[in-house]
């Protein structure tokens, strides 16, 4: 069917919750996309960071065709193949950079989303909160989440309330309470807070690297405040790892780049190649606060899910893939740095933003130009491009982007 037709359709029947590019992506290889007229365009966004062994990879096929020609589906009422095997694997990816005396097990709830991972998360820490209040005798139960500003965590109600971006709340007002916002990387804020409110805190809530809002690292001195502050309270420390997780930093894990150790992580995007899956990982006294009915999922850790998980996270932990994203990252960051038009680049591994310049074309724009250019591009903001391609991205391509995207630039 032709854009045009699909275009007609979606029209007529889908709700405008997206202003879709106009484009129809029929088939992909690799960092390659193609569309309905057979135009080839590069890959440098990768379904939102999701597609991480790149479009179509034989591994991810043939495990997804194999689990759907075995077994679709039976529920979480019953054991099957695979999820055993996918939460050992992310317990070790979990544990890799940590102190051996911390190498406990995680324990994992396996989701949909991003979304529904950071819900589950939010669970664990209300219910953990609640525990502690019963078992010390407290009358208050701790129920604050602490988030920070520019954050997203999701577009449920509980995540959205959670997401400091008031533009993004304010439709959809009246919110869950029980979250406060403060600033990224502001040390004496987040001390201030506890100060005057750490009885009631029972989680802090971050993104290591805030993806949506234009890549911008936490520090490695807030990170660490951010844990002491919450082993000091008793509160949980949850790092949301739905962007920066899954080998995009070129560690398993983007908390691992800052030296600290959360208690609760969540993952989703990359962890399956781009077959919709997410999982909330706790270790500890978190992994034991969720018994049966507490919290459930019809198609969380499905056959197909799984099964696309562990031949995913088996490329990913596969001896020199990590490094390899590394040096890719690390090209990606040079050669943005050097175009005229950039005015700073951030990022870890291949999660990488650059903002541009003023007299620079806005970001949108460049975005739009490069489709026609054969360049997948996104932007987060006015002056702000957002790169997270398939972790197969190598420097010849690296070099097309650039190539392609530095005469955009120009206007």
């Not at 911008?216 to 807030?222: G, I, L, N, S, W």
Request: charged share 20%; hydrophobic share 45%.
């Amino acid at each position: 069917m032709t854009l045009q037709e699909q275009q007609a359709l979606e029209s007529e029947y889908v709700m405008p919750t997206f202003a879709r590019k106009p484009v129809e992506f029929v088939r992909g290889q690799g960092m390659r996309l193609y569309d309905d007229a057979g135009a080839e365009y590069l890959d440098f966004l990768s379904g939102i960071g999701v597609v991480s062994l790149g479009h179509c990879a034989s591994a991810l096929v043939a495990a997804v065709q194999g689990q759907a020609a075995e077994l679709v589906h039976v529920s979480n009422y019953y054991y099957i193949e695979h999820r055993g095997q996918v939460a050992r694997m992310l317990s070790d990816l979990l544990n890799a950079e940590a102190p051996a005396v911390d190498r406990t097990p995680w324990k994992s709830f396996f989701a949909n989303s991003g979304a529904e991972a950071n819900e589950c998360a939010i669970k664990i820490a209300r219910l953990h909160g609640r525990r502690r209040a019963e078992a010390e005798g407290a009358s208050a139960v701790p129920r604050l989440i602490v988030t920070l500003e520019g954050s997203f965590h999701g577009r449920t109600l509980a995540t959205l309330a959670a997401t400091a971006q008031p533009v993004k709340q304010e439709a959809f007002q009246p919110l869950p309470e029980g979250f406060v916002a403060t600033p990224i990387n502001d040390v004496a804020a987040l001390e201030a807070l506890f100060a005057a409110r750490g009885p009631e805190v029972c989680a802090v809530m971050l993104e290591c690297i805030q993806g949506e809002s234009g890549v911008h690292p936490c520090t490695a001195e807030f990170l660490q405040a951010a844990r002491r502050l919450t082993a000091e309270q008793g509160a949980l420390l949850i790092c949301d790892e739905v962007q920066c997780g899954c080998f995009r930093t070129g560690l398993p894990f983007g908390f691992q780049n800052f030296g600290v150790l959360p208690d609760v992580v969540t993952i989703a995007k990359g962890v399956a190649g781009g077959f919709p899956a997410g999982a909330c990982a706790a270790r500890g006294v978190a992994a034991e606060v969720l018994q049966p009915g507490d919290h459930g999922s019809t198609f969380g850790g499905s056959n197909l899910a799984m099964a696309a998980a562990q031949a995913t996270l088996t490329a990913l932990a596969a001896p020199g893939f990590a490094e390899q994203v590394l040096e890719a990252g690390a090209y990606l960051r040079e050669r943005l740095a050097a175009l005229p038009q950039v005015e700073e680049v951030r990022g870890y591994g291949l999660m990488v933003g650059a903002d541009l310049a003023e007299g620079a074309p806005a970001a949108p724009d460049v975005v739009s130009a490069a489709l026609k250019a054969g360049l997948v591009l996104n932007a987060t903001g006015p002056r702000t491009l957002r790169f997270l391609p398939p972790l197969i991205c190598e420097k010849a391509h690296i070099d097309t982007l650039v190539e392609r995207l530095a005469p955009l630039l120009e206007g």
